[in-house]
């Protein structure tokens, strides 16, 4: 028998308040005294939540990107602790792109293959070789 929900519908108002100063879905996960896999099911198993949920990460991105301009304009404060934010909260619009380029040169033989074409072109057997 599955235990009752502790899910409140004043959840979908309070995580979009909770994150719009930075914090992080498991932030108010810990606030309201559940795991944050209980927020995912909630989301799943609520549209509204859901809903308030990508308001509430919006919020959240647009605290951190507040924070990175004053920053920038101002100075002082952690810019490692802005980046992570960012990338983090806002990893839609903020992240790093990382270009790979590989060039690779690739000469080997394949035994077996070799030895196969050799026994068809010459129709002699591995034992016939001299």
Known sequence: MARP?????????????????????????AEIG??????????????????????AKAKCAAWWEKRGRELAVAGGGNPALV????????????????????KTTLEAVDPLSALLTQIAEGGRRITDRA
């Open 5 to 29: 929900t502790k899910f409140q519908p004043s959840y979908c108002d309070q995580v979009i308040e909770h994150m719009t100063e930075g914090a992080s879905l498991t932030s108010f996960a």
């Open 34 to 55: 559940v795991a944050r896999s209980t927020i995912n099911e909630w989301m799943e198993a609520h549209p509204d939540f859901a809903h308030s949920v990508r308001i």
């Open 83 to 102: 980046m992570f934010g960012l990338k983090n909260m806002g990893a839609d619009d903020w992240h790093e792109t990382q270009r790979v380029e590989q």
